[in-house]
């Protein structure tokens, strides 16, 4: 479990497939449970309390938004996971397995404020995109690899940084 950096949330990691926030007064959920395949063994707040990390057994870890519940991008996969952490900016997230391997990964949005590599980074993170006549479409097998191996080439998005 993890409190929040202000103390005013929990995060707790369950043998259910779950983890949860929690008003720290009240023992209050918020919001929905977070899902994976199997237990999550570890926990993490970002330094703003925007988002939390989470490890599982089922080899990924999560990065969800606090205030929607929601997965931030694709799982980061690696090994049964039994530790997570947060840099102190929160741009990059440390994942350690049980493969004695612990990885460090970019999780920032790219630093350029043009619009196409926003758009880029919002369509990986989310798995959608929005197509000429301003629809969303999802981004599915090759056409999300291939917009993954774009922003990757920019150095932003999800890579292990090291091992």
């Given at each position: 479990m993890a409190y929040s950096p202000?103390?005013?949330?929990?995060?707790?990691?369950?043998d259910d497939n779950t983890a949860r926030l929690w008003l720290a007064a009240t023992a209050e959920p918020l919001g929905p449970p977070l899902f994976h395949q199997a237990?999550?063994?570890?926990?993490?707040?970002?330094a703003d309390s925007q988002r939390v990390l989470t490890g599982s057994?089922?080899?990924?870890?999560?990065?969800?938004?606090?205030?929607?519940?929601?997965p931030l991008g694709p799982?980061?996969?690696?090994?049964?996971?039994?530790?997570?952490?947060?840099?102190p900016d929160g741009r990059t997230v440390l994942t350690g397995s049980e493969d004695n391997t612990a990885r460090l990964w970019s999780v920032q949005p790219p630093r350029e404020a043009d619009t196409?590599?926003?758009n880029l980074?919002?369509?990986?993170?989310?798995?959608?995109?929005l197509d000429e006549h301003d629809a969303v479409q999802m981004l599915v097998g090759n056409i999300w690899r291939t917009s993954r191996e774009r922003l990757l080439q920019h150095g932003t998005l999800?890579?292990?940084?090291?091992e």
């Open positions: 202000d103390g005013r949330m929990l995060l707790t990691g369950n237990s999550v063994l570890a926990v993490a707040f970002s057994g089922d080899t990924t870890a999560r990065l969800w938004s606090v205030a929607t519940g929601q799982p980061l996969t690696q090994g049964p996971l039994w530790a997570v952490a947060f840099s196409a590599s926003i980074w919002l369509a990986v993170v989310t798995g959608l995109a999800l890579a292990p940084l090291q």
